[in-house]
């Protein structure tokens, strides 16, 4: 295995520098402890290169503590981010450009997450693969305890150094790790982890993790990882039970990373198997019934009847949430899920322009306007039974909304995983 010895002066160059601010730019994030924005860096962007420039060739860098955000998570709990000031995810930015392609090629082929030309829908596709092609129906789901909090240091740097032997590169990445946090105002050291939200950490974890799927590899055990999401695959089930023995060994003795028992469990294609938001199942991909929920429930928070908006305004807040979910989700065979979401979706719009008509004078008008033959009967246009009779889909029909702009998501092509064999 190569190893590599002056790596320091390729971080500092300047145009490396530049480079990673473009990508810290794009990637946008909030300010870190200093409270500089990244626009306020780009302010004095030669100022600032020129003195990451200086402070790293002279080994006088220091990185600042990172500030601790809490982001509720969807299922409960929080999520504890340390947010890096712009500084630090530059120089960090500007060690992933190095080291990333060394370590990049030696990961393990059915590791996906945050790599380069890697996606969510492959690991799906390679996990379906072992389940239905390979015939490994038995899965043991994995779930460990706040991964990103509980990397060892010492394990980390450990494995760093198999690649990269220059000092300076690895006292920066040490240095990165111990920096603290900043919890208001209150300044605790970081003695395990790399926090999530830093720039290195994506990468730092798959090199810590790497381990594992290498040692997994070794005994031909079958796996699929997304960074801490991992599958790993046997014929049947007490196969699957040794496996997830000697998995248990390796991450909790070994690289001292803590398992959460409740939630690790053995499971199979015939149940169901849970990963990255789908359900992979014999002869289909399904979406998780809680991602469904969740999504509907944004959809429901954009759609309420009584925010006194127009509908065009909903719609343009509605349509980058639907692309999103469908760019995701179109892999699944869930062709009939869209058609129903779409009757459901329209039905909480045809309520929203009912609720703004109040009355049904000015529901009568909007049929005079139209030329549609009313029958006298009197309906309480506020009622959601109401917003599914005929007359209602006369004045308000599908094409309505599409003239609004709607996206319809039962027009896009589904069930297409197979493209990302």
Known sequence: MKKWYSLIDKIYRKENLELAFKHVKRNKGAPGIDGETVSDFAAK????????????????????????????KPEGGVRLLGIPTVKDRVVQQAIVNIIEPIFDKTFHPSSYGYRPNHSQHQAVAKAERFMNKYGLEHVVDMDLSKCFDTLDHEIMIKAVSEQISDGQVLDLIRNFLK??????????????????????????????????????MKKGIRIVRYADDILIFAKDKKTAGDYRAYATKVLEEELKLKINKEKTKLTSVHEGVEFLGFVIRRKTLGVNPKRIKRFKDKVRRITRRNSGRKLENIIKELNPVLRGWMNYYR????????????????RRLRMV???????????????RKLGIKGNGLKMA?????NSNVHIIHQILPNQYFENLGLIDMHQYEVGLLSNHY
Not at 353 to 367: F, R
Not at 381 to 385: L, N
């Open 45 to 72: 962007l030669e100022l600032n290169i020129e003195f990451l420039h200086e402070r790293l060739k002279t080994k006088s860098f220091e990185p600042s503590p990172v500030r601790r955000v809490e982001i509720e």
């Open 179 to 216: 920096s603290g946090v900043m919890h208001s105002d209150n300044f605790s050291k970081t003695e395990v982890g790399s926090p999530q939200g830093g720039v290195c950490s994506p990468l730092l974890s798959n090199i810590y993790l790497n381990q594992f799927d290498q040692k997994m």
């Open 331 to 346: 892999v699944a065979n869930i062709k009939e899920f869209t058609r129903n979401f779409m009757g459901w979706l329209r």
């Open 353 to 367: 322009k009912m609720k703004q008509w109040k009355t049904c004078k000015a529901m009568d008008k909007e049929m």
């Open 381 to 385: 246009v506020t009622k959601w039974k």
